[in-house]
C-alpha cells in the first residue's frame, strides 16, 4: 500500500513535443505529490508538487493533473526541449502514511527529447 | 542562501569495511532524510532526523545508522558493507518536520567490491 507506481520506463519525444508521465498510488493517506527531475551524476532537484485539494497545477511548461478519485497524477512537459532530458521521478508523502517528509519515490521514467 | 552539499562525492570500500557519508543541510534547515538510490532506480528512504533525534526509519538494517548535529549537519554509517549496499547515497534537507518540501544534495556515489 506503500507503493508509488510509475509509467512509462523510458520516454522519447520529439523537441516541440509534449512529454506525459504517469504515477498511481493506493495509500489514500498521501497528501503531498513531488516530481523531481535528475540528471545523470546528480541528486534529484524538485520540480513541482501538488496537494490533493486541487486538480492541477502548472509553472512554466510543467503542469501536474491530479485525480484523487482514480488516485492517479501526471506530469506534462509542454514544448519538450533536448535539455528537459533526464530521468523523471514522481513521490509521495503523508502524516498518515508514515510521516512528513518521508518520500515515497516511483521507479522514473527517463526521457530523451531529440532535436 | 547555500543548497544541501554532501561528501565525499566518491568512495569506494570492500566488504566488511565501515564507512561514513557527510552531509550539511541547506541553511536554515533542521531536518534532514537519507534516501539510498540503487543504479536505475528510485531513492528509498533510510532515516530521518529533526532537531538530533531519529524521527521515523525505512526498511533498513541496524547497520545503517545516522547523527544529526547541533548544527543540524549529518552522517550516515554503514558498518559491515554488502555488495548490495553500492548505491547512490542521498540526503535530503527541509525547512521544518512539518513542511513536505525536501531538497537534495549531490549524493555520495559508494562503490562495494
Known amino acids: 500500500q506503500q507503493q508509488v507506481k510509475q509509467s512509462p520506463q523510458s520516454l522519447i519525444v520529439q523537441k516541440g513535443g509534449i512529454s506525459i508521465i504517469n504515477c498511481a498510488y493506493e495509500?489514500?493517506?498521501?497528501?503531498?505529490f513531488p516530481w523531481y527531475q535528475q540528471f545523470p551524476g546528480k541528486g534529484p532537484a524538485l520540480l513541482i508538487a501538488?496537494?490533493?485539494?486541487?486538480s492541477e497545477k502548472k509553472e512554466g511548461r510543467f503542469t501536474i493533473s491530479f485525480n484523487k478519485s482514480a488516485k492517479q497524477f501526471s506530469l506534462h512537459i509542454m514544448d519538450s526541449q533536448p535539455g528537459d532530458s533526464a530521468t523523471y521521478f514522481c513521490?509521495?508523502?503523508?502524516?498518515?502514511?508514515?510521516?512528513?517528509?518521508?518520500?515515497?519515490f516511483g521507479a522514473g521514467t527517463r526521457l530523451a527529447v531529440h532535436p | 542562501e547555500t543548497g544541501v552539499t554532501q561528501s565525499p562525492t566518491h568512495l569506494i570500500k570492500t566488504r566488511g569495511q565501515q564507512v561514513t557519508l557527510r552531509c550539511s543541510s541547506q541553511?536554515?534547515?533542521?531536518?534532514v532524510s537519507w534516501y539510498q538510490q540503487a543504479l536505475g532506480q528510485g531513492p528509498q528512504f533510510i532515516f530521518q532526523?529533526?532537531?538530533?533525534?531519529?524521527?521515523g526509519r525505512g526498511n533498513f538494517p541496524p547497520r545503517f545508522s545516522g547523527l544529526q548535529f547541533p548544527n543540524y549537519s549529518s552522517e550516515l554509517n554503514v558498518n559491515a558493507l554488502e555488495l548490495d549496499d553500492s548505491a547512490l547515497y542521498l540526503c535530503?534537507?527541509?525547512?521544518?518536520?512539518?513542511?513536505?518540501?525536501?531538497?537534495f544534495g549531490p549524493g555520495t556515489r559508494l562503490t562495494v567490491t
Open positions: 535530503a534537507s527541509s525547512f521544518d518536520l512539518f513542511m513536505d518540501e525536501q531538497y
Open positions: 495509500n489514500t493517506a498521501f497528501d503531498y
Open positions: 501538488i496537494r490533493p485539494d486541487v
Open positions: 513521490a509521495a508523502s503523508g502524516q498518515g502514511a508514515g510521516g512528513y517528509n518521508k518520500l515515497i
Open positions: 541553511s536554515g534547515h533542521n531536518t
Open positions: 532526523y529533526y532537531r538530533e533525534e531519529e524521527n
